[in-house]
T-cell receptor, first 115, second 109 residues
Framework: GAGVSQSPSNKVTEKGKDVELRCDPI?????LYWYRQSLGQGLEFLIY????????KSGLPSDRFSAERTGGSVSTLTIQRTQQEDSAVYLC?????????????FGPGTRLTVT | RKEVEQDPGPFNVPEGATVAFNCTYS??????FFWYRQDCRKEPKLLMS???SGNEDGRFTAQLNRASQYISLLIRDSKLSDSATYLC??????????FGGGTRLMVKP
């Protein structure tokens, strides 16, 4: 079946612009996660959705970052007034439930470059 | 102190060698443990879950030591295709996954 998809695959934007990243999870997966990975670094947790609600937003680095999920499916991560330090690969993952015992399936990521 | 710590490596080993990675975690309430594999410029993928009794999947063996709060991954008879970054993953009390920084393995001919 279809895996997790993300769009765009690459995004180059100018400092100060807003960007919107999209994630389509695996059908039927109730849990959805956003991570950020800078070059050569580990995964940094950003936000987790269980259905449409986000019980854990603790990883969002600043109020310029927001995310929503509608219909228990597609999620968008929005970064306002982008800064150069926002450049990274943004990875989305989904799992059957949010209990932490199920495998997370990752999308291919969106590579964001802020110039 | 990071919640999940790994030696970043790289571990450079010849084909056929046995190599082991350790990972330590700080939260004693952690409940579930995994090893993920990430190839260069690719997304992470689950390699194996780690069970309290230890578990084996072909050439890969995972062990958990709750008393010392570490997990290990042993790879026997290394193949060139094993070259990747291996991520230690721990589920915290809030059921959130925390990823270690990864250990890079390079298997040479």
């Amino acid at each position: 079946g279809a895996g997790v998809s993300q769009s765009p695959s690459n995004k180059v934007t100018e400092k100060g612009k807003d960007v919107e990243l999209r994630c389509d999870p695996i059908s039927g997966h109730t849990a959805l996660y956003w991570y950020r990975q800078s070059l050569g670094q580990g995964l940094e947790f950003l936000i987790y959705f269980q259905g449409n609600s986000a019980p854990d937003k603790s990883g969002l680095p600043s109020d310029r970052f927001s995310a929503e999920r509608t219909g228990g499916s597609v999620s968008t991560l929005t970064i306002q007034r982008t800064q150069q330090e926002d450049s990274a690969v943004y990875l989305c993952a989904s799992s059957l439930t949010g209990t932490g015992t199920y495998e997370q399936y990752f999308g291919p990521g969106t590579r964001l470059t802020v110039t | 102190r990071k919640e999940v710590e790994q030696d970043p490596g790289p571990f450079n080993v010849p084909e056929g060698a046995t190599v082991a990675f350790n990972c330590t975690y700080s939260n004693s309430a952690s409940q579930s443990f995994f090893w993920y594999r990430q190839d260069c410029r690719k997304e992470p993928k689950l390699l194996m879950s780690v069970y309290s009794s230890g578990n084996e999947d072909g050439r890969f063996t995972a062990q958990l030591n709750r008393a010392s709060q570490y997990i290990s991954l042993l790879i026997r008879d290394s193949k060139l295709s094993d070259s990747a970054t291996y991520l230690c993953v721990v589920t915290n009390a809030g059921n959130m996954l925390t990823f270690g920084g990864g250990t890079r393995l390079m298997v040479k001919p």
